[in-house]
């Protein structure tokens, strides 16, 4: 009877509850979720476009940051669609195997996210303290090889976890008390001793964060010990916003992370919405807000955005104008054009003797 029940329930779905207590607000709640969604698509997709498109930024640094924005384009993809399905249109079920599914992204992207930082900030401990041997030892090909390594490790420590979670037999109502398949919520379903995955999940956890947290640290340290040691006070400020970015994504990352597992694992009087609300903003803030941390603080992110703008408003004003007689166009460009390529030019500082036809030529010129 219990064989034929654990092949039965295990193949049930299980329901998602969205944010507990909260159900008359979900739609209300649903605003900032979309919003941030759209904006991570947005400002990722807008970071991976420049880093292709331009060759200037075809160096390990920002092969890196495009690492980071495919995979904050993952962890979005994987939890906000759902979420908003719940809260749109009380869509709460989920399969079990899309469940676990869903679990895995999130796990190894998180495992492999810590890895790509641990990366970068390796690259900047070589760009500063090494540079005569940055080239040699960074290399493109080699760039990729760790992008890869840190996919491999992720995948490879999440894969035997999935397959402790899926052994379980989940006999009880399943009801999760979230937006998305969270790992505790999921675990405290089952009607077996879960403590092989609970020791398993809790040893990687330790290794993989603890391991990656320990050498980013170090590495910083170097990296700090080796800027103050620089005569100039401008070139040790340069090297100080250098790695700024890096380290807010680094704190973002770490601390967001830390705190959404406690509070999972230790409610400190808080109430359920709370808690969830806290997980679900982790998984959706940090993707809106790291491209426009490096927008910012990176110039070279920054002007290749607008270069790609700009190049796309150029293509666009060229199709437009196709159809124009000759002094409607020149009239429509000195009007409303010209002002816009104006604002683009100084934003990605070009030389102030280029013309604005000059610089609509430039931009709606293919590279060759």
């Known amino acids: 009877m219990s064989t034929t029940n654990r092949s039965n329930t295990n193949s049930s779905p299980f329901l998602l509850m969205g944010i ?7 739609m209300w709640i649903s605003i900032p979720f979309c919003f941030t969604y759209i904006m991570s698509l947005l400002g990722n997709s807008m970071v991976l476009l420049a880093v292709r498109l331009e060759k200037s930024l075809h160096e390990p640094m920002y ?11 993952i962890f979005s993809t994987a939890v906000v669609p759902k979420m908003l399905g719940i809260f749109w249109l009380d869509s709460r079920e989920i399969g079990f195997e899309a469940c676990f599914i869903q679990m895995f992204f999130i796990h190894t992207f998180t495992a492999v996210e810590s890895g790509v930082l641990l990366a970068m900030s390796f690259d900047r401990y070589i760009a500063i303290c090494r540079p005569l041997r940055y080239a040699t030892i960074l290399t493109s090909s080699r760039t990729l090889q760790i992008g890869l390594l840190s996919l491999a490790r992720g ?9 402790l979670l899926t052994s379980l037999p989940y006999c009880r109502p399943r009801v999760i008390p979230h937006s998305y398949c969270e790992h505790m919520a999921v675990v405290e379903l089952a009607c077996a001793d879960p403590a092989a995955s609970d020791l398993y999940s809790l040893t990687v956890a330790t290794l993989l964060v603890g391991t990656d947290s320990v050498f980013i640290t170090l590495s910083y340290g170097m990296i700090l010990r080796s800027v103050m040691r620089l005569p100039s006070p401008k070139a040790r400020l340069k090297a100080l916003r250098t790695c700024g970015s890096h380290v807010s994504i680094i704190l973002l990352f770490y601390i967001g992370g830390l705190l959404s597992m406690y509070l999972q694992m230790f409610s400190f009087g ?19 807000l790291n491209p426009l941390i490096y927008g910012m603080k990176v110039k070279q992110i920054q002007e290749g955005i607008f270069k790609l703008l700009g190049r796309l408003a150029g293509l666009s004003i060229s199709q437009a104008d196709e159809d124009r007689p000759d002094a409607e166009r020149r009239r429509h460009h000195q009007i409303i054009i010209y002002p816009i390529l104006e604002s683009v030019r100084s934003a990605v500082n070009y030389p102030p003797e280029m013309s604005i036809s000059q610089r609509l030529e430039r931009e709606t010129t293919p590279d060759v």
């Open 20 to 26: 507990p207590g909260l159900e008359a607000l979900h």
């Open 63 to 73: 092969y890196f940051i495009s690492m980071l924005a495919v995979i904050d384009l």
């Open 155 to 163: 995948a490879g420590v999440m894969v035997p976890l999935m397959c």
């Open 270 to 288: 808080l109430a359920p919405h709370i808690q969830v609300l806290v997980a679900d903003f982790y998984l959706t803030v940090p993707p809106m």
